[in-house]
T-cell receptor
Framework: GNSVTQMEGPVTLSEEAFLTINCTYT??????LFWYVQYPGEGLQLLLK?????DKGSNKGFEATYRKETTSFHLEKGSVQVSDSAVYFC??????????????FGQGTTLQVKP | DADVTQTPRNRITKTGKRIMLECSQT?????MYWYRQDPGLGLRLIYY???????NKGEISDGYSVSRQAQAKFSLSLESAIPNQTALYFC????????????FGDGTRLSIL
């Protein structure tokens, strides 16, 4: 079946530190991969996506590369800010004839950035 | 105005009550989804709909029902609420293209006493 596993949080960093949040997946075929971010009191917002192997998604200084050989989609940012404090979700959307647009989410990783 | 609007934003009710959560969208998307979020579990799919006449169960549909009143409106009902349905509920939409991202509302925080 399809599943997503994220590193457990919370992750606590100082401002300007380097961020990595690990995400690995299990899926048949070639899913699309996403990172969503949830700020306190808000819904999920798409942060970035990748639809095929070796694609790199990027947005607001965040990057993630679709690695088929390691079935991973790790989120990175070179220098975090206090405003990046949020919950980050990795998700996949299966492809193929059974595609329904459904998303399968990881459990979420809370990031706290301290000044 | 928000593209995906959920009402109410917060609700406290008692066990056994019937509850309806509403979702409306202005994005013109055909696909709509209802999720619940629980701490440490991420989001889990309750129901999804491809159009007014096409409604499908997700992974945790027991105890819930839905109604797609129009392309823009998708309601979630709890016929007889129980405490373990206390959660944060999200509505989302997407278009038909494979790999399209979903667009989420701000959520409804539901507490059942």
């Amino acid at each position: 079946g399809n599943s997503v596993t994220q590193m457990e949080g919370p992750v606590t960093l100082s401002e300007e530190a380097f961020l990595t949040i690990n995400c690995t997946y299990t899926a048949t075929g070639y899913p699309s991969l996403f990172w969503y971010v949830q700020y306190p009191g808000e819904g999920l917002q798409l942060l970035l996506k990748a639809t095929k192997a070796d694609d790199k998604g990027s947005n607001k200084g965040f990057e993630a590369t679709y690695r088929k050989e390691t079935t991973s989609f790790h989120l990175e940012k070179g220098s975090v800010q206090v405003s990046d404090s949020a919950v980050y979700f990795c998700a996949l959307s299966p492809r193929g004839s059974s595609n329904t647009g459904k998303l399968i989410f990881g459990q979420g990783t809370t990031l706290q950035v301290k000044p | 105005d928000a593209d995906v609007t959920q009402t109410p934003r917060n609700r406290i009710t008692k066990t056994g009550k019937r509850i309806m959560l509403e979702c409306s969208q202005t994005k013109g998307h055909d696909r709509m989804y209802w999720y619940r979020q629980d701490p440490g579990l991420g989001l889990r799919l309750i129901y999804y709909s491809f159009d007014v006449k096409d409604i499908n169960k997700g992974e945790i549909s027991d105890g819930y029902s839905v109604s797609r009143q129009a392309q823009a409106k998708f309601s979630l009902s709890l016929e007889s609420a129980i405490p373990n349905q206390t959660a944060l509920y999200f509505c989302a939409t997407s278009d038909l293209e494979p790999g399209s991202p979903q667009h989420f509302g701000d959520g409804t925080r539901l507490s059942i006493l």
